[in-house]
């Protein structure tokens, strides 16, 4: 087909079809011409729906997000962010302002708690980390300024588990909003607005994308308004996800529930594993009878846990060292929720600017690992952690 207007950089309409694709074509146009300024008025005005500006929102993030807000049953279109951080950073500076006070689990993932000790304080929001399963000191740190609490549902990396209902019942008596990171815990195991949130947010990154090649972030507020400025907000401060890491998103959660239930089943198999292993002292599963917050989770999660599985093995940085280098094919990093099994130490990432007498007070000795399983044959991964025990046991 030749364009007839050949010097002109319009691009030549698509060929038609009366079928469709069945994969969500990757929509990378930045702009969007309209025919007249009436009618961009009314695209404006919302009178007639239409894209204008990626920034402002385009079709691969719409789709996305709109297969999250049916996983969490959200009552409004949410917004799909750059990062998860980007999503925190919507929530933590879109929602506050100057005077105002914000409450913090005290396990939040690292970069969410600089966010709340660095740059909230910088500019003039009070915060205070509090133990998101002490209800009661939860209600003492609440004060006529207080916010918003942010927490997640499940700690990193000791998997203690928030009392979220008790949480929203709190934040409802005092007129503070109850935000719930929950990346660790996904729509397939908790559904926060069904407890009572009023913001859930998620780091996409992780399970819910699932395969390491896509950053993005997503968040929703159960009140129309709130929601509206978590989407203003996020178009103004430049916080807009690429197209093609939505559409890689969306490819990837085509597949979620199923990797989610094998990797879930598998934590399970791979905990009771452990738990025999000579070399191990602690394993920390929420499936596990022996959980300290076993009835909340029976409670909250009906039957569902996660693909978190933290363990501490005997003796000092030597050991740890032993235990990475031969547990071979998985890999030794800093993330979660990837097809493949990942280990995170924390003291020597996540956790190492705490004091070694912080860390230990939290339970995060040398020895502590913690494991985010993937989709391996479960018997095969035991082996490899079998094999990598014995070898730091031999150190
Ligand atoms: C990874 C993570 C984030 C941040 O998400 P990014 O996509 O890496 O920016 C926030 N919260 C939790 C619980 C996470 O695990």
């Known amino acids: ?3 007839e207007k050949g010097s002109l950089m319009r691009p030549d309409a698509l060929p038609a079809s009366a079928s469709r694709p069945v994969v969500t074509p990757l929509s990378p146009s930045v ?12 695209q404006y005005e919302g009178g007639l729906q239409g894209y204008t500006y990626s920034r402002e929102g ?26 998860g951080m980007a999503a925190v950073s919507a929530v933590l500076l879109g929602l506050t302002s100057t005077g105002d006070h914000v409450i913090g689990g005290n396990q939040l993932y690292g970069r969410s708690l600089r966010m709340m000790s660095e740059d909230l304080p910088r500019l003039g929001v009070s915060t205070s980390m509090v133990d998101p399963g002490d209800i009661g000191a939860m209600r003492a740190a609440i ?6 609490i942010l927490v997640e549902v499940v700690s990193n990396p000791t998997l203690r588990v928030a009392d979220i209902r008790a949480l929203a019942a709190l934040a409802r008596e ?9 990346t660790f815990t996904t729509p397939r195991a908790f559904r926060p607005f069904e407890h009572g949130a009023d913001v859930v947010l998620h780091s996409v990154t992780k399970l ?17 308004a709130l929601n509206d400025r978590l989407r203003v907000f996020t178009v103004t401060a430049g916080m807009s996800p690429s197209p093609f890491d939505c559409w890689l998103a969306e ?17 399970a198999i791979l905990a009771d594993h452990l738990s025999g292993l000579k070399g191990v002292t602690r394993v920390l599963y929420p499936g596990r009878a022996d959980h300290p917050d076993r009835a909340l989770l029976d409670d909250l999660m009906q039957g569902r846990f996660c693909n978190m599985v933290s363990f501490e093995i005997d003796g000092g940085r ?24 990942t280990i995170s130490h924390p003291a020597s990432s996540s956790h190492r600017a705490l004091t070694s007498a912080a860390r230990h007070a939290l339970g995060m000795s040398e020895g502590f690992f913690r494991i985010s399983v993937g989709l391996e044959d479960p018997e095969a991964l035991c082996g490899v952690f079998t094999g990598a025990v014995a070898a730091a046991m031999a150190v």
């Not at 702009?31 to 009314?42: F, G």
């Not at 385009?58 to 990062?83: F, I, K, Q, Y």
Request: no cysteine.
């Open 251 to 267: 490819r990837g959660m085509l597949s979620f529930e199923l990797r989610y239930d094998r990797a879930e089943a598998t934590a």
């Open 174 to 182: 005092t007129g503070v909003l109850l935000v719930v990171d929950n």
């Open 318 to 341: 030597a050991q740890a060292n032993a235990f990475t280098r031969a547990a071979d094919g998985l890999s030794f990093a800093p993330t979660l929720g990837d097809v493949g099994t």
């Open 208 to 224: 819910l994308a699932g395969h390491s090649d896509v950053m993005l972030g997503y968040v929703t507020a159960r009140d129309e």
């Open 143 to 148: 004060r006529p300024e207080t916010r918003m």
């Open 1 to 3: 087909m030749k364009n």
């Open 31 to 42: 702009v969007y011409a309209s025919d007249t300024p009436d009618m961009l008025d009314q």
């Open 58 to 83: 385009h079709p691969n993030a719409d789709v996305v997000a709109g297969r999250l807000d049916r996983m969490e049953g959200a009552p409004h279109p949410g917004v799909m962010t750059s990062s």
